[in-house]
């Protein structure tokens, strides 16, 4: 039976409440938890994502050169937006086979085969001689990416507490900047075959270290591997006894298959799944329509076309260090202020930047202003500024939602279509940044940016629920009885 609810406490009623006061009640509740493996296997668990931060940027700081002719590899702007399709239409196959393996083989396992098509892609990389080796190794290194996106998520919301979920989750966002913020300090002081070659070892290090990850509890216990589950989590939890957690599980889960065994399109069948699916798809278009994917691209570019006064490699560097820097603000207030209030700031914040960024344009090249030279910072200071303002909320928290919306039952057939998603609208965010360049050039480029970005806001305000501090099996009854009164408001 559900537990009453006190007024100040959140609201909780889900059939399995009362197992969360069996240890108290058992003596066997612990004074005070330790969460240090749990961090340390989320770090293992996103060295992968560290590589796809490697994956999205590579080609950032030295596009310049490539574009120049000073490198053995000429590439024209058309080829490098191709360069970063590719790596989205692997990621387009790299997700569905996650999902057709994930669930068969376990999350670890699919985690570890991730290393080899990264490591494949950085080999041709090193020994590229046309624009087409940089295709091939795209579209490989672009697989993998998929996949880690697909598993990494379920994988870190599977094994977190419900009050460090959210601070885990951010984990992905953090490896990505890792990734991008070694890409741009190495561009900038390493020739570009010793470059890669350093880039090579990322992925090398993934593979040693995944093999010592452990398998989710939520895993095992779909497999009835009951003892497996057990050992997990008493591993993972550093507490001897973890009874009353695994039952909620088992129970969890039974109560999730009762009825008949899930596909994938009981995604789509299912009002509550349908729902989680649009909040994730809306908000990677977020992510990526509102400028993102062109600054972390484009960034060296956009500094060399505003002629900004500070080199663009010390530009790339200071954005890098900003987008690794503002990860820990995150981590750091997410768990405490909440998914939704994070979105929405982050949001109404980042429209300042593309109006900075907009506006500068548009006096450079298209009017006379006289005092432009005082202003040559501005490209530096909207850039980092939008890094910083996308960071505390857009960039990172649509990964802890895409964890956390989905029982176990579909979540690997919810991950793997949100990387799909994830792959198909990064491949319209760059075609739409390259056509938008050429209409209209850099101020109809940040237009569009701002308003993709209000339409996002006022989205997020309506339809985008808070999940702050609740177990995985909590979100589901807070979701299906979201939808059930909606119903019920239609059909009165």
């Given at each position: 039976?559900?537990?009453?609810?006190?007024?100040?406490?959140?609201?909780?009623?889900?059939?399995?409440?009362?197992?969360?006061?069996?240890?108290?009640?058992?003596?066997?509740?612990?004074?005070?938890?330790?969460?240090?493996?749990?961090?340390?296997?989320?770090?293992?668990?996103?060295?992968?994502?560290?590589?796809?931060?490697?994956?999205?940027?590579?080609?950032?700081?030295?596009?310049?050169?490539?574009?120049?002719?000073?490198?053995?590899?000429?590439?024209?702007?058309?080829?490098?937006?191709?360069?970063?399709?590719?790596?989205?239409?692997?990621?387009?196959?790299?997700?569905?086979?996650?999902?057709?393996?994930?669930?068969?083989?376990?999350?670890?396992?699919?985690?570890?085969?991730?290393?080899?098509?990264?490591?494949?892609?950085?080999?041709?990389?090193?020994?590229?001689?046309?624009?087409?080796?940089?295709?091939?190794?795209?579209?490989?290194?672009?697989?993998?990416?998929?996949?880690?996106?697909?598993?990494?998520?379920?994988?870190?919301?599977?094994?977190?507490?419900?009050?460090?979920?959210?601070?885990?989750?951010?984990?992905?966002?953090?490896?990505?900047?890792?990734?991008?913020?070694?890409?741009?300090?190495?561009?900038?002081?390493?020739?570009?075959?010793?470059?890669?070659?350093?880039?090579?070892?990322?992925?090398?290090?993934?593979?040693?270290?995944?093999?010592?990850?452990?398998?989710?509890?939520?895993?095992?216990?779909?497999?009835?591997?009951?003892?497996?589950?057990?050992?997990?989590?008493?591993?993972?939890?550093?507490?001897?006894?973890?009874?009353?957690?695994?039952?909620?599980?088992?129970?969890?889960?039974?109560?999730?298959?009762?009825?008949?065994?899930?596909?994938?399109?009981?995604?789509?069948?299912?009002?509550?799944?349908?729902?989680?699916?649009?909040?994730?798809?809306?908000?990677?278009?977020?992510?990526?329509?509102?400028?993102?994917?062109?600054?972390?691209?484009?960034?060296?570019?956009?500094?060399?076309?505003?002629?900004?006064?500070?080199?663009?490699?010390?530009?790339?560097?200071?954005?890098?260090?900003?987008?690794?820097?503002?990860?820990?603000?995150?981590?750091?207030?997410?768990?405490?202020?909440?998914?939704?209030?994070?979105?929405?700031?982050?949001?109404?914040?980042?429209l300042i930047p593309l109006t900075m960024l907009g506006v500068y344009f548009y006096l450079q090249?298209?009017?006379?202003?006289?005092?432009?030279?005082?202003?040559?910072?501005?490209?530096?200071?909207?850039?980092?500024?939008?890094?910083?303002?996308?960071?505390?909320?857009?960039?990172?928290?649509?990964?802890?939602?895409?964890?956390?919306?989905?029982?176990?039952?579909?979540?690997?057939?919810?991950?793997?279509?949100?990387?799909?998603?994830?792959?198909?609208?990064?491949?319209?965010?760059?075609?739409?940044?390259?056509?938008?360049?050429?209409?209209?050039?850099?101020?109809?480029?940040?237009?569009?940016?701002?308003?993709?970005?209000?339409?996002?806001?006022?989205?997020?305000?309506?339809?985008?629920?808070?999940?702050?501090?609740?177990?995985?099996?909590?979100?589901?009854?807070?979701?299906?009885?979201?939808?059930?009164?909606?119903?019920?408001?239609?059909?009165?």
């Open positions: 039976m559900p537990l009453e609810q006190n007024e100040k406490s959140p609201i909780r009623d889900y059939k399995y409440a009362e197992v969360q006061n069996e240890d108290k009640e058992l003596g066997h509740c612990d004074p005070k938890k330790n969460y240090s493996r749990e961090y340390i296997t989320t770090i293992i668990a996103t060295l992968g994502t560290i590589v796809c931060g490697i994956q999205f940027t590579w080609m950032g700081p030295i596009l310049p050169q490539m574009l120049s002719g000073s490198f053995k590899i000429q590439i024209t702007m058309a080829e490098s937006v191709w360069v970063f399709n590719l790596l989205h239409v692997g990621g387009l196959i790299g997700s569905i086979v996650a999902s057709m393996i994930t669930n068969h083989f376990g999350r670890k396992r699919t985690i570890v085969w991730t290393t080899i098509p990264f490591i494949i892609s950085s080999i041709i990389r090193i020994y590229a001689e046309t624009v087409l080796h940089y295709y091939i190794a795209q579209f490989i290194g672009g697989f993998s990416v998929g996949a880690s996106f697909a598993v990494v998520s379920m994988y870190i919301s599977e094994i977190s507490s419900p009050e460090i979920r959210g601070i885990l989750s951010t984990f992905i966002h953090f490896s990505v900047s890792v990734g991008i913020l070694f890409v741009f300090v190495l561009g900038a002081c390493l020739p570009i075959i010793t470059y890669y070659y350093v880039l090579a070892i990322f992925p090398i290090i993934q593979l040693i270290f995944t093999f010592y990850l452990p398998e989710t509890p939520y895993f095992q216990v779909m497999k009835q591997d009951y003892k497996g589950a057990e050992k997990t989590l008493r591993y993972i939890r550093k507490k001897s006894n973890v009874q009353d957690e695994l039952n909620r599980l088992i129970e969890g889960y039974k109560e999730e298959v009762s009825e008949k065994d899930q596909t994938f399109l009981d995604l789509f069948r299912d009002r509550t799944n349908l729902k989680s699916i649009i909040i994730i798809t809306v908000l990677t278009m977020a992510q990526q329509w509102t400028g993102a994917t062109a600054i972390y691209g484009y960034s060296q570019v956009i500094f060399v076309d505003g002629h900004s006064s500070i080199s663009a490699e010390s530009c790339g560097i200071l954005l890098a260090l900003m987008n690794f820097a503002v990860v820990f603000l995150l981590g750091a207030v997410i768990d405490r202020f909440g998914r939704r209030v994070l979105l929405m700031v982050s949001g109404i914040v980042t090249d298209f009017t006379d202003f006289k005092y432009i030279e005082h202003f040559r910072l501005v490209p530096l200071i909207g850039i980092v500024f939008f890094k910083f303002s996308y960071g505390v909320g857009l960039s990172g928290i649509p990964y802890v939602l895409s964890g956390e919306l989905f029982p176990t039952t579909v979540k690997a057939y919810a991950s793997s279509l949100n990387s799909i998603t994830m792959t198909a609208i990064g491949i319209v965010a760059n075609n739409m940044y390259e056509i938008a360049f050429k209409e209209y050039n850099y101020p109809g480029v940040f237009a569009m940016f701002f308003i993709l970005l209000v339409l996002a806001i006022i989205f997020i305000y309506f339809m985008v629920p808070e999940t702050k501090g609740l177990t995985l099996e909590e979100i589901q009854v807070k979701l299906r009885k979201s939808n059930k009164n909606k119903i019920r408001k239609i059909s009165n």
